[in-house]
């Protein structure tokens, strides 16, 4: 039983990183708009002034007013991490067949493509001071594969979040605008060892609160608060007991996201309303979050973006500091279980979760009328190198890159070239 109890164990261990290939460039283990095709370029910055549909959609429901008529987005990306990891002792330390022996390696799992697609539906037009919004976006998701390397025991599996978000904002005056999510997230994921567990579905809620004010002509403030998505993976893994007259265990695995608080800034003060200013802050709530409250502290973000407009151009760069959310004094009791082999699984399970780097940077481009009434962008970004030591045993490395471009169809009102003074960056015109 002891060996079935390290089996399931370590199959946790391995499939809380099956974000690990899309996460490389998150907070944790959310992206917060940092693969957005506009916002992506700008470190993801776009609490106050989203510059691309799917961004306002993801973030500050309130932000949604700011875009005019019809405006329908599609967008893909690319994620490529470079995952390395050093294991010197067995898992379990005791037992005299550990499942895990020592080993140093690199993930062999490839990159993870995205998609990105939302619609946004401006009503004013019918006398309503209100803006609608639906999308489908990938906020989570990846593969992680230490199969090359016998001693890691197989180590394999994918993970995948998507979620569907009706966003609803109204202009209450011409300064005030507030919003509100709600959000259907859908989730599957496989354990690594054949016959231990399979794909398995599971759905949740996640709600958000947001509001902007134009303080100035030139500035806007916004914010926003983001519930927890609480999933339940129920009878995830079925475990098979040494002893055959044992019934086998069916086991339930919990996991949340986090709640999220974001407050925004943005200003076009500079160069004739050209140059956009902004910065986002972060605060997200890990130790309230089911599975990663015993590995990660809570984690506070500062996102930063500039976007210069030169005609139909825009130019783009964004620097992310992200705070390590790393937990110095893990639990062992992760998603509702207790880890076999005591703090050497939990550092284990660290490691595997590890997105230390605190530094990121992002650069992007934008065209306005490619052809009259769409608009193209176009981002990328690094994650620098960034090690991490974990108890006596455990080392990761870990470093990334991504890619990612979209395409915006403006209709009606959307589609109008001349930009407002006032609101010369707001992405709607």
Known sequence: MKRSLATFGLWLVVVSIGTQSVRAQSFGTELHNTLMPASGGMGGVSIARPQDVVSALNANPASITQFRGTQFMFGG????????????AP??????????????AKSQAPGTPLGNIGVIQELEEFGLPVTVGVGFLNTAGGFVDFRQVPESNG?????????????IGAQLTERLSIGATTSLGIAFFDGPFVGAGGMTPDYALR???GANYQLTQFTTVGAYYQTSQNYRFHDAVTITPIDPTMPKVPVTVDMNLPQNIGLGLANNAMMDGNLLLAMDILYKLWNEAAL????YDNQWVVQLGAQLTQGKWKYR????????????????NIGGVVQPGGYP????????????????LSFGLGRRDVIPGVDFDLMGGGMFRDEQQLGPATRTSIESYWLGFGFTWRFNRGAITTPIQSNANVASY
């Open 77 to 88: 990306g690319w994620a490529e991490p470079t995952f390395n990891m050093t294991q010197s």
């Open 91 to 104: 898992l379990p330390i005791d037992s005299p067949n550990p499942l895990v022996r020592p080993y140093s």
């Open 155 to 167: 180590t394999n599996t994918g993970m995948a979040i998507f979620n569907a978000p009706m966003v």
């Open 207 to 209: 709600g958000s609160l």
């Open 292 to 295: 990663y409250q015993s590995i």
């Open 317 to 332: 760069t964004g620097y992310v500091w992200a705070e390590n959310p790393i937990d110095p004094s893990p639990d062992f």
């Open 345 to 360: 699984s939990v550092y284990y399970t660290q490691g595997l979760l590890a997105i230390t780097s605190q530094h990121r």
